[in-house]
């Protein structure tokens, strides 16, 4: 049981964060509280939003329509404690919502 428990532990893509003093538990609670930060945006809660933390850095990856909206995306995850630094590279695609809109019709 013990063994699984390490393996487990070894397998998962914080082990750099671990470094930095900063356990499983937190770097969890880093990643809910930054899901968090972009559902509860309201121009980008239903966008193609991904991200990715390393070393409490998050990459943002995905689609949004506007400029404005990947700048709010950035603003809204960039507010979370702990996050040291947002890497946006998000792809603006103007009414990617609008557009598959037409072609279900």
């Known amino acids: 049981m013990y063994k699984d428990k390490v393996n487990f532990l070894r397998s998962l893509k914080y082990r750099s964060i671990m470094s930095q003093n900063i356990t499983i538990d937190h770097a969890h609670q880093l990643c809910e509280l930054v899901k968090h930060a972009i559902t509860n945006s309201i121009l980008v809660a239903h966008q193609n ?3 990715k ?3 409490q850095q998050v990459v943002l990856t995905g689609n949004v329509n506007s400029y ?7 603003e809204s995850v960039s507010r979370v404690k702990g996050v040291r630094q947002v890497h946006n590279c ?3 695609e103007p009414f ?4 598959k809109a ?3 019709h």
């Open 96 to 99: 990617l919502q609008e557009e």
């Open 53 to 55: 933390i390393d070393q």
């Open 68 to 74: 404005y909206e990947k700048q709010l995306a950035q």
């Open 90 to 92: 998000l792809t603006v």
């Open 49 to 51: 939003i991904q991200f």
């Open 102 to 104: 037409e072609f279900a």
